[in-house]
C-alpha cells in the first residue's frame, strides 16, 4: 500500500503517475494525517471497474440460480448462438 500526502501530488505528479503505473496499485493520499483522496493509473482502474462489472453479473446469476430460477446448458446456449447467428445471416441477406 502507498500512502503520500496530499501536498505530494502538486510537487511529484510524475513520481506518483510512474508509482501507480509501476506498481498497478493505487496511491493513497493523506491530508492532515487523514485519509483524503485514492489515485491510480487508468488501465488500472479500468480492469477493476470490468472486474467489479463482472463479479456483480456473477453474483445476480448465482442468485438466480439459488432461487431455483432456470439455467442454460452449455449445448443450450450453443445451439441459441447459432441459432442467433443464422437469424443475423439471413436478415442481412434481405
Do not use: H, W
Amino acid at each position: 500500500m502507498n500512502i503520500k500526502p496530499s501536498a505530494a501530488i502538486r510537487k511529484n505528479y510524475n513520481e506518483i503517475s510512474a508509482l501507480c503505473k509501476a506498481t498497478k496499485e493505487p496511491v493513497f493520499l493523506t491530508k492532515n494525517g487523514e485519509g483524503d483522496l485514492v489515485v491510480m493509473d487508468i488501465d488500472t482502474f479500468s480492469r477493476r471497474e470490468s472486474m467489479l462489472k463482472l463479479r456483480e453479473q456473477l453474483v445476480a446469476v448465482e442468485e438466480d440460480r439459488l432461487m431455483g430460477k432456470k439455467g442454460f446448458s452449455i449445448d443450450e446456449v450453443d445451439e441459441m448462438m447459432k441459432k442467433a447467428i443464422k437469424d443475423s445471416a439471413n436478415e442481412q441477406r434481405r
